[in-house]
C-alpha cells in the first residue's frame, strides 16, 4: 500500500526565542525519500523529539538565507561529517539565488567539520521546474530577501503543496500557490502591523482564498501572534481548512482531505 505524503512541523517559529516554537523546519515524507523544507537555528536537534531520523534526509530546500530559515545547515553537515558507518548518498541542497555561494561560504569557514564524505551538491535556481524522487517541483521568486523563493511540490495523489518562506504576500503568493491543494505560508506579525516583508493573518488568507487552495497552513509566527487571534484573522477571509501549526503537528495528505495530528488534530 502506497504511503500518503506527511508533513511533520519540526519549528513553526521565527528569530525571537518562544518556549512552544523553534525556527522553521518543515519535513515532508514522500515516495520514499525525507525532505526537510528549511533548516533554522534549533531544528535539526528536535527530530528526535517526533520520532524522524536526522540522518536520512535526502534534500534539504531553502526558501532563503536567513538564519532562521538556515543556521541549522551546518548542524546537519556536521553531524553527517561524523556518522559511523559513514552516510551512503550525498545530501542535495536546494534554494534560490545566491545559494550556491552561501553553502561554499559555510564549507570555507568550517572546513574539515563539515566534509560529508558522500559529498554535498547545491542546485540553485530562480524560476522554472525540477524533477526529484519522481516529483515536479516548481520554484517562483518570493520578495523578502534576494535569495527568496517558494517551492511548489507536486505530490501525486496527495496534490501540490506550497511552500512560500517568508513573503509580504499578495500577487507573488497567488501565483505560487493558484490552484494548489496546501499553501504553507507565514503569518509572522499582528493583524494591521504592516511590516514590510512580512504577511499578517489576513494576508495570508486573502492569498489563499484568491489561489482558491483548500488547506492553508499557518507557520512563522512571532510570539505575539497566538493561536487565536491567527486563526480568527483567517478565517474572516478564507472559507477552507485552516491549520495554525503547532510544532509535533503531522499532516497526512490523505486523497479525501488532510488530516491533522497533534494540538490542531
Known amino acids: 500500500m502506497q504511503q500518503v505524503p506527511v508533513i511533520?512541523?519540526?519549528?513553526?517559529?521565527?528569530?525571537?526565542?518562544?518556549?512552544?516554537?523553534?525556527?522553521?523546519g518543515f519535513h515532508l515524507a514522500v515516495g520514499g525519500e525525507e525532505w526537510l523544507i528549511?533548516?533554522?537555528?534549533?531544528?535539526?536537534g528536535r527530530f528526535?523529539?517526533?520520532?524522524?531520523?536526522?540522518?536520512?534526509?535526502?534534500?534539504?530546500?531553502?526558501?532563503?538565507?536567513?538564519?532562521?530559515?538556515?543556521?541549522?545547515?551546518?548542524?546537519v553537515l556536521f553531524a553527517s561529517t561524523y556518522l559511523d558507518p559513514p552516510r551512503a548518498?550525498?545530501?542535495?541542497?536546494?534554494?534560490?539565488?545566491?545559494?550556491r555561494d552561501f553553502v561554499e561560504r559555510l564549507r570555507n569557514l568550517w572546513r574539515e567539520w563539515v566534509a560529508v564524505p558522500a559529498g554535498?551538491?547545491?542546485?540553485?535556481?530562480?524560476?522554472?521546474?525540477?524533477?526529484?524522487?519522481?516529483?515536479?517541483?516548481?520554484?517562483?521568486?518570493?520578495?523578502?530577501?534576494?535569495?527568496?523563493?517558494?517551492?511548489?511540490?507536486?505530490?501525486?495523489?496527495?496534490?501540490e503543496i506550497v511552500f512560500t518562506g517568508d513573503t509580504g504576500g499578495g500577487a507573488e503568493v497567488v501565483a505560487a500557490a493558484s490552484g494548489a491543494r496546501v499553501l504553507v505560508t507565514e503569518a509572522a506579525v499582528p493583524s494591521g502591523a504592516g511590516i514590510e516583508g512580512h504577511q499578517d493573518p489576513e494576508t495570508a488568507a486573502r492569498a489563499a482564498a484568491q489561489a482558491d487552495v483548500e488547506t492553508l497552513v499557518l507557520v512563522h509566527r512571532y510570539p505575539e501572534v497566538?493561536?487565536?487571534?491567527?486563526?480568527?484573522?483567517?478565517?474572516?477571509?478564507?472559507?477552507?481548512?485552516?491549520?495554525?501549526?503547532?510544532?509535533?503537528?503531522?499532516?497526512?495528505?490523505?486523497?479525501?482531505?488532510?488530516?491533522?495530528?497533534?494540538e490542531n488534530g
Open 48 to 75: 528526535p523529539r517526533y520520532n524522524l531520523d536526522p540522518f536520512s534526509l535526502d534534500r534539504i530546500f531553502l526558501t532563503h538565507h536567513h538564519p532562521d530559515h538556515s543556521a541549522d545547515l551546518v548542524a
Open 120 to 159: 554535498v551538491t547545491v542546485t540553485e535556481c530562480e524560476t522554472g521546474r525540477l524533477e526529484r524522487g519522481g516529483r515536479t517541483i516548481r520554484i517562483f521568486p518570493m520578495a523578502h530577501h534576494t535569495s527568496s523563493v517558494a517551492f511548489r511540490i507536486d505530490l501525486g495523489s496527495g496534490g
Open 8 to 24: 511533520t512541523i519540526v519549528g513553526c517559529g521565527t528569530n525571537i526565542p518562544c518556549p512552544d516554537r523553534y525556527c522553521s
Open 89 to 99: 548518498r550525498p545530501i542535495e541542497i536546494l534554494g534560490g539565488p545566491g545559494t
Open 38 to 44: 528549511d533548516c533554522g537555528s534549533g531544528v535539526f
Open 226 to 262: 497566538s493561536v487565536e487571534a491567527a486563526c480568527e484573522g483567517a478565517r474572516s477571509h478564507f472559507r477552507g481548512q485552516i491549520v495554525v501549526a503547532a510544532e509535533g503537528d503531522r499532516l497526512f495528505l490523505e486523497p479525501e482531505k488532510v488530516r491533522v495530528e497533534g
